[in-house]
């Protein structure tokens, strides 16, 4: 995917756009992070002003996969902030998209990973555990479920149900 840009992506496959295989996310994001473009397949997590389950997921192996979290859109908070986006670097994620907001920003932006959120935010989250794993999310205008491929990079963010061939 570094070679081809989600614009290329779009041009190439206007019928998955229009059968919603191929989903665009609205325009909300800021991004963070020293990898600019990213891909991979989807884990999803719901949470609300809770970082407990986010730092469970960034703690496993990656395997190049992008943790996809639904925060409700949250401006109150960080769900996510340096330590576990370090730890997900090392552990071999491929990018997190959070429909939220983080903190550490100079700390996520030294890590080699992709990461995309609403804003920045300097207090933290709740810590008691709640929330739904590998469950279907809406963000940004766009059903993600689980198994499915995310392609970033800095025109957009793109969703497909199988992973792209191009």
């Known amino acids: 995917m570094a070679l081809v840009t989600t614009a290329e992506v ?3 496959n206007p019928q998955l756009i229009v059968s919603g295989e191929l989903r665009a996310l609205q325009p909300v994001f800021q991004i963070y992070g020293r990898r600019q ?3 991979g397949p989807v884990v999803t997590l719901k949470v609300f002003e809770d970082n407990v389950l986010i730092r469970e997921f960034l703690e496993e192996k990656g395997n190049g996969r992008v943790l996809v ?3 409700g859109g949250s401006l109150r908070c960080a769900i996510l902030g340096g330590n576990p986006v ?4 090392n552990n071999g994620w491929a990018g997190i998209v ?3 907001c983080v903190r550490d920003v100079d700390e996520i932006n030294g890590c080699d990973i992709g990461v995309r959120a609403l804003a920045s935010h300097p207090v933290k989250a709740n810590k008691k ?3 739904e794993k590998h469950v279907p999310i809406t963000i940004a205008g766009t059903r993600i479920c689980d198994g499915e491929w995310l ?3 800095t025109d957009g963010i793109l969703v497909s ?3 792209l061939s191009v």
């Open 10 to 12: 779009c041009d190439a």
């Open 37 to 39: 473009v990213f891909s």
């Open 69 to 71: 979290v639904d925060g």
């Open 86 to 89: 370090v730890q997900a670097q």
């Open 98 to 100: 959070v429909n939220g």
């Open 129 to 131: 555990g709640i929330g």
């Open 151 to 153: 392609y970033a990079d």
């Open 161 to 163: 149900k199988t992973e």
